[in-house]
């Protein structure tokens, strides 16, 4: 039997589909008794049964049947179409590497499509949908160089040097601790990333406070801090000169101030959230206001930093103080009623068991954070990279947010314990009073300040209607702006580069739904930058003569030279 014959080409689909039949079958009956935490990806156990109407199986069946027909009619002619992982000439000049790659998409749709059937409660179906989706992203021929014709090709023209170089990647990587999604060996921090210029005022144990040289002869009264997430390094705000967040606040005319959280070792694994809302985001508002001189501040925080922003405002609205007179939140939870896909990692018993592990002392390794949130989206942040670095031998190209992604960092275990039970499980922070933190009860209700509240379109973190909730909880005279683009490349969109879009409603008015206030919003081009600056400057005071030192006298001196070195440290 030739490749030439059709009966060749009807065994080769057959024993592909069989395979994609038992590995099907296997997934199904794992889902029935998965373990929680078992590697970053893990999912909790299932604890409802699931099943697929009958009708609706022998549908997909009878569709799947007549697709897998026509491939079989279509022979060594079978074009793949469609997919980017197969669109190297390779795939359509190899015939056998064409009915692969075709077949592996039929059978990769008809799974997604039994995910979907699935009958079961909203978050279980969600987890067998995300489960289905690794497994069909993992099983892909073009991760694999057996059956990868782009990859084979370019391994006979290069008489084996590209697998000799892919082998060399993947010992770099295993030697590094996770894959490379770029060339990490041309950035260093403080050289060509987070180089505006300034100057670390105030250090302690949990993050330093770098203040920024203006750019300006005059600065707003008001000066303005920014929280970034604690789970990343604040650099991304500050990657390079045309794309920085920081640089252009400072030249805008704001004092700009922001906090640098330390990498947690093993000495801070004791740590907990009331701590870094104390002895970090209050005591940075303090020391801000401290060296400035000024009654009241203006603050942004990213993502967790703004969670923890939020609640620290909230904690010193229980004693009585408002020191921060605008927030700026940017893809921040404060309402956790909508997590998006992370909600399938979330229930009881995964929770109690982090608690178990680490709620009283230890760390959560960056690097299971970071391999956590790649997985989100497989093919892009996973199969990508290795399939260009180990199966090619290629070298990824630099690129300055993918060095951010991949320096990650450490979380003390009381911290992660508490903040996962308390907002992703049991949504605490939006109930007035459930929580005390720092000796308070928590109630955002009393954060009665102006809120410029972000969210970026397709967020798979912090999810658009999740962005908009705080909307719905904070009392303030609130504006709410969307973005186009996702978590990180939403928020880094600096005007200059004329890129993308946001959207805006002309009549101010916050409905209790997403989906209602996206029904009058209307599109504007370009970067939402321009409509936060003219925001932040009605916040932000007169105009005074920009200070000539960093810090003040001789108790917040310059430390160190931006960006200090608790950014620098690894995980």
């Not at 989206?377 to 290629?394: A, H, M, S, T």
Request: charge should be negative; proline fraction near 6%; hydrophobic fraction near 40%.
């Amino acid at each position: 039997m030739t490749q030439d014959t059709p009966e060749f080409w009807a065994q080769a689909a057959q024993q592909f589909q069989q395979a994609y039949g038992d590995s099907w079958l296997k997934l199904f009956q794992s889902f029935q008794g998965a373990h929680p935490g078992q590697g970053p990806a893990a999912l909790p156990a299932m604890e409802h049964p699931v099943s697929i109407p009958p009708d609706k199986l022998q549908a997909l069946q009878q569709q799947y049947v007549q697709d897998l027909t026509q491939l079989m009619q279509q022979g060594a002619s079978a074009a793949v179409s469609g997919d980017r992982r197969f669109a190297a000439p390779a795939w359509g000049e190899n015939p056998l590497a064409a009915m692969t790659a075709s077949t592996y998409l039929l059978n990769a749709r008809l799974l997604m499509e039994m995910a979907d059937a699935v009958q079961a409660d909203a978050k279980t179906r969600a987890r067998i949908r995300f489960g289905v989706e690794q497994w069909v992203a993992a099983s892909a021929p073009s991760n694999y160089l057996a059956f990868n014709a782009e990859a084979q090709k370019k391994a006979i023209e290069t008489k084996g040097e590209s697998i000799a170089r892919g082998m060399q990647n993947m010992l770099h990587d295993l030697g590094q601790g996770h894959v490379s999604m770029t060339d990490e060996s041309r950035f260093e921090v403080g050289k060509n990333v987070a180089t505006s210029e300034g100057a670390v005022v105030y250090e302690n144990e949990l993050f330093q406070l770098i203040e920024y040289k203006p750019l300006t002869e005059k600065v707003y009264e008001r000066p303005f801090l920014l929280v970034p997430p604690c789970i990343n390094k604040y650099y991304i705000l500050d990657l390079q000169p045309e794309n920085s967040l920081i640089r252009y606040a400072v030249a805008q005319g704001h004092r700009t101030f922001v906090v640098s959280w330390r990498n947690p070792d093993e000495s801070l694994g004791h740590k907990t959230w009331d701590d870094y809302i104390e002895d970090a985001a209050i005591q940075a508002i303090h020391v801000v206001q401290e060296i400035s001189g000024a009654e009241q501040i203006n603050a942004l925080g990213f993502c967790v930093g703004g969670t923890i922003l939020g609640t620290a405002l909230a904690v010193l609205a229980a004693r009585g103080e408002q020191p921060v007179h605008s927030l700026t939140l940017l893809t921040t939870f404060l309402d956790f009623s909508d997590t998006g896909i992370l909600d399938v990692f979330i229930d009881e018993n995964s929770v109690r068991l982090r608690e178990q592990q680490m709620g009283q002392g230890g760390l959560m390794a960056g690097r299971d954070l970071g391999s956590t949130f790649s997985f989100l989206r497989p093919n892009d942040l996973v199969w990508n990279y290795v399939v260009g670095n180990y199966l090619k031998g290629e070298t990824p190209p630099p690129f300055d947010l993918l060095y951010w992604n991949s320096d990650s960092t450490n979380l003390p275990g009381p911290f992660y314990a508490w903040y996962l039970r308390n907002t992703y499980l049991e949504n605490n922070l939006v109930k007035p009073g459930r929580l005390t933190v720092c000796g308070e009860k928590v109630d955002l209700r009393k954060v009665d300040v102006p809120v410029y509240i972000y969210g970026s379109r397709e967020d798979h973190i912090v999810p658009i209607p999740g962005a908009y909730a705080s909307t719905q909880v904070l009392p303030g005279k609130k504006r709410f702006v969307m973005g186009a683009s996702g978590h990180i490349a939403g928020v880094i969109n600096p005007p200059e580069k004329k890129k993308r879009s946001h959207w805006i409603r002309a009549d101010g008015k916050l409905p209790k739904s997403f989906d209602a206030w996206f029904e009058g919003a209307d599109e504007h081009a370009g970067s939402w930058w321009t409509d936060w600056a003219a925001w932040l400057e009605k916040q932000a005071g007169k105009q005074i003569a920009a200070p000539k030192k960093y810090g003040k006298g001789s108790k917040y001196k310059v430390i160190e030279a931006a960006p200090g070195r608790y950014v620098k440290q690894k995980a």
